[in-house]
């Protein structure tokens, strides 16, 4: 059984730092896709970054670019969110999600990922 577990959301101010943590067993890392998406209130789920298992390539969204990192460690099966100079926008909920997705376009998608984690709540205070 797939299992995602999402933890180190919480409550920062502007310009402040978090790092998620997304704790996966059930599959093997290598062939899989595995992503952050966050949804606010009111607005669509949107795709903020993705590391691809086989080649660990990653990709951002424009808004995210430079101020957050995404990585894993193997060892503890472990994806993680780095997300520095943090702001009001970026206030979600964040979900971790797994799937066997291969190419940019498709990477973006939420319907593309089989898998889901229940989320952590990130709030920026401005």
């Known amino acids: 059984e797939v299992q995602l577990v999402e933890s180190g959301g919480g409550l920062v101010q502007t310009g402040g730092s978090l790092r998620l943590s997304c704790a996966a067993s059930g599959f093997n890392f290598d062939d899989y896709a595995v992503a952050w998406f966050r949804q606010a209130p009111g607005k669509e789920r949107e795709g903020v970054s993705c590391?691809?298992?086989?080649?660990?390539?990653?990709y951002y969204v424009d808004s995210v670019k430079g101020r957050f990192t995404i990585s894993r460690d193997n060892a503890k099966i472990t994806v993680y969110l780095q997300m520095n100079n943090l702001k009001p926008e970026d206030s979600a909920t964040y979900y971790c999600?797994?799937?066997?997705?291969?190419?940019?376009?498709?990477?973006?998608?939420?319907?593309?990922?089989?898998?889901w984690g229940q989320g952590t709540q990130v709030t920026v205070s401005s």
């Open positions: 590391i691809i298992g086989s080649d660990d390539s990653t």
């Open positions: 999600v797994a799937g066997r997705v291969a190419g940019y376009f498709s990477i973006w998608s939420p319907y593309n990922y089989n898998y």
